[in-house]
């Protein structure tokens, strides 16, 4: 190594941390919690379903699954504007990341809800409660512990796909990669630096999962027996 090229990693490397918290960490947060909560609408729409809209959840589901992601952000991107809508880039990635990701994340979601057995629902029902009580009370906390593993899985593959968003021009950590590498012609340098910042932040993301993942097995039983505890004690 070049004293020359040690000197750009040097440099750059504070530039790059910086674009990932002021970029991809919030373009990956915003995602993140917009895809959770349609997805998590998108659940409800099939498994209540609710006339006319669950075969629409269906089709949503079928499209946006079955489509390649960096497609969907070139239609709102750069199609659109052809039909008098034009975006910026940061709201344009953050729509179709959105669009892709609840998708995918009302299947894991709908899946974690169906896995609760029946019994839980008949026994929310006997004691007098309603259905919007059972899945509040009963339901969502048993499916919740369900779905995180793969939820959180979810959200440390979004914060390495972010990187697609450079490929409409929102200036996240890749794309400041890219833009150093075009100035110093040292294209495999920096980008071995990029995956380094994006593998580092993952590797904490993935201790993060680890740690809760441990708390929610531990607080399982005492939890379910707090449910049944309090379904008993509910008057019917």
């Known amino acids: 190594m070049t004293q020359r090229l040690l000197d750009i990693l040097v440099s750059s490397f504070p530039r790059l941390v910086l674009y ?5 960490i919030p373009l990956t947060v915003c995602i993140y919690i917009l895809s959770l909560v349609l997805g998590f609408l998108l659940a409800l729409i099939q498994i209540q379903k609710i ?3 669950k075969p629409l959840a269906r089709v949503y589901v079928w499209v946006f ?3 390649p992601l960096i497609v969907q952000m ?3 991107f750069f199609g659109l504007p052809s039909l008098g809508i034009t975006l910026d880039a940061f709201p344009s990635a953050v729509i179709a990341f959105s669009l892709n990701y609840a998708a995918y994340m009302s299947e894991t979601i709908r899946a974690a809800i169906q896995s609760v057995p029946e019994g839980q629902w008949e026994a929310g029902y ?11 009370r009963v339901i969502l906390p048993q499916a919740a512990r369900v779905a995180f593993p793969t939820l ?3 959200l440390i593959g979004l914060t390495k796909d972010s990187s697609l968003a450079a490929s409409i021009t929102v200036v996240e950590m890749f794309k400041a990669a890219q833009q150093i590498a075009s100035r110093t012609f040292e294209p495999f340098a920096l980008y071995c630096e990029a995956a380094f910042v994006y593998l580092m932040l993952n590797t904490v993301l993935t201790l993060l999962q680890s740690v809760l993942e441990k708390r ?3 607080k399982q039983p005492k939890q379910q027996s707090a449910v049944q505890k309090q379904l008993e004690k509910e008057p019917a």
Do not use: D, E
């Not at 990932?20 to 991809?24: A, E, L, N, S």
């Open 20 to 24: 990932c918290v002021q970029v991809t």
């Open 51 to 53: 006339p006319v809209l």
């Open 65 to 67: 699954r079955g489509t």
């Open 74 to 76: 070139y239609i709102i």
């Open 126 to 136: 006997m004691i007098g409660l309603s259905s919007g009580q059972i899945m509040l």
């Open 152 to 154: 959180f899985s979810t």
């Open 216 to 218: 929610l097995a531990w």
